[in-house]
């Protein structure tokens, strides 16, 4: 029998185990989340049996978990090459083709699924999905409704059926399918959200209040919740975006982040890295903190201009992925505003990509910026601008971020003792089918 090393329990220890007891331990592991453990032993396993399909493909599993998708992606296809009708396979396969943004590859495994077993309830639903992305919409309903049909009491079916809706502009036939879905699960953040804001769409701001309002009934300490419903009734804005409202948004949001930014053409990045760029910074001595650095999208762009690259996020989930891309020289888990203030004149250049949208008052984090960089330090951040008059400066959209007028950015900038180098207008990404436009400031201590 081979020896299989098991660390969950001493580390020095070892058991004697068979493979099938030691595949059945690692899988226990990994469902339990402990997935350094599990890791460990697949690997032992993967040596043993290096052509054992099953292993293969929990190993690739448990790598697009920890954040190495590409990676798991083709120990996958090893296993579908060894066991080309293995039905799990193809259908995990193609859930980690959709939150990596490519729906085009995720339609064909999960046909394939259906190839193999019609009866197969759940490739229903994540195929509606993968045609919605692709714009399918007509197509995607037939395959939610076939979702419903075998499992109408399930909540996200009616929520993937009401996003379809919404694509298609048949706004009541989402509301009523996002209030189906709350029925079927009260407690369910991101139905509220869309059954919100699709009353937004539809100009019906009284609606989207009595929605938060019942919300805030079942969840009165709900950080989102609080934070849309300041959004919506016009009340008082906070001064930013609470640190609840900030972490528990991007942990949600971690794991389709990149995906996600890929079909709103996210175009904020781009827009730093350029910005930078013409800064001509010394690869050799710039030390660079890239602020609200989310899942290393700004960090793999600008990395070949810096010698030191630092990260910082509110976000644990959103650093993981960060930490996979292996472009940073070290990540730190922390509010902006504070982190700033204890940086010691660190750094050379901060860069902010679309993270002062979560704050209106600006003025303590650019004050704090200050003491983070060194004399003569750069700072280049993005806004969403705001045309209208806002008599503080800044506004709380309805969607929940902050928009901030020109002439507050300046005045704000001045105040802390930067002179702007460059201010430019541009578009940040997409919503829906409009353009986000923003403001990308590049600034120098003076």
């Not at 943004?101 to 339609?107: F, Q, R, S, T, V």
């Not at 989207?208 to 919506?232: I, K, R, S």
């Not at 601008?385 to 507050?408: C, D, I, N, P, V």
């Amino acid at each position: 029998m081979p020896e299989i090393s098991n660390s969950a329990d001493e580390p020095a220890a070892s058991q004697q185990l068979n493979l099938q007891d030691a595949l059945e331990l690692a899988l226990k592991l990994h469902q339990a989340n402990e997935f350094e453990a599990a890791e460990s032993i697949y690997r032992q396993l993967l040596e043993l049996e290096p052509e054992n399909a099953d292993l293969l493909h929990f190993f690739g599993l448990l790598r697009h978990q920890r954040g190495y998708r590409e990676e798991g992606a083709a120990w996958i296809n090893k296993a579908l090459e060894l066991a080309p009708d293995y039905l799990d396979a193809h259908n995990n396969l193609g859930n980690i083709f959709l939150q990596t943004g490519h729906p085009d590859l995720a339609e064909p495994c999960f046909r394939r699924v259906l190839e193999l077993n019609p009866d197969f309830v759940t490739v229903y639903g994540n195929l509606g999905i993968a045609l919605r992305q692709l714009d399918r919409y007509d197509e995607a309903i037939d395959y939610f409704l076939q979702a419903i049909a075998l499992e109408p009491r399930e909540a996200h079916h009616y929520q993937n059926i009401g996003n379809a809706y919404r694509s298609l502009k048949q706004f009541r036939q989402a509301v009523g399918s996002y209030r189906k879905s709350l029925e079927l699960q009260p407690l369910n953040p991101e139905a509220y959200k869309r059954l919100v804001m699709t009353f937004f769409i539809m100009g019906e701001i009284e609606s989207c209040v009595e929605v938060l309002n019942q919300w805030l009934e079942l969840e009165p300490e709900n950080p989102t919740a609080l934070h849309l419903h300041a959004a919506y009734t016009g009340g008082t804005a906070p001064a930013r975006a609470s640190d609840d409202y900030v972490r528990q948004t991007f942990d949600g949001f971690a794991a389709s982040f990149d995906g996600v930014l890929k079909r709103l053409d996210y175009r904020a990045p781009f827009l730093v890295q350029a910005a930078l760029q013409r800064l001509n910074p010394d690869p050799s001595i710039w030390r660079l903190l890239d602020a609200g650095c989310g899942t290393g999208l700004c960090g793999a762009l600008v990395r070949p201009l810096v010698k030191h690259l630092a990260g910082v996020d509110l976000s644990p989930k959103m650093l993981e992925h960060a930490q996979v891309r292996g472009v940073y020289d070290v990540l730190f888990e922390a509010e902006l505003t504070r982190f700033f203030a204890q940086a010691e004149a660190a750094y050379e250049a901060i860069s902010c990509v679309d993270t002062f949208c979560y704050f209106g008052d600006l003025s303590a984090a650019v004050a704090a910026a200050v003491k983070a960089l060194q004399p003569g330090g750069w700072f280049v951040f993005t806004l969403e601008e705001l045309t209208g008059e806002a008599e503080a400066g800044f506004h709380l959209e309805k969607h929940g971020r902050y928009s901030h007028t020109e002439a507050y950015i300046r005045k704000i900038l001045a105040d802390a003792g930067f002179r702007i180098i460059a201010l430019d207008k541009d578009v940040l990404r997409k919503e829906g089918l409009a353009q986000v436009r923003g403001l990308v400031v590049t600034a120098q201590l003076a």
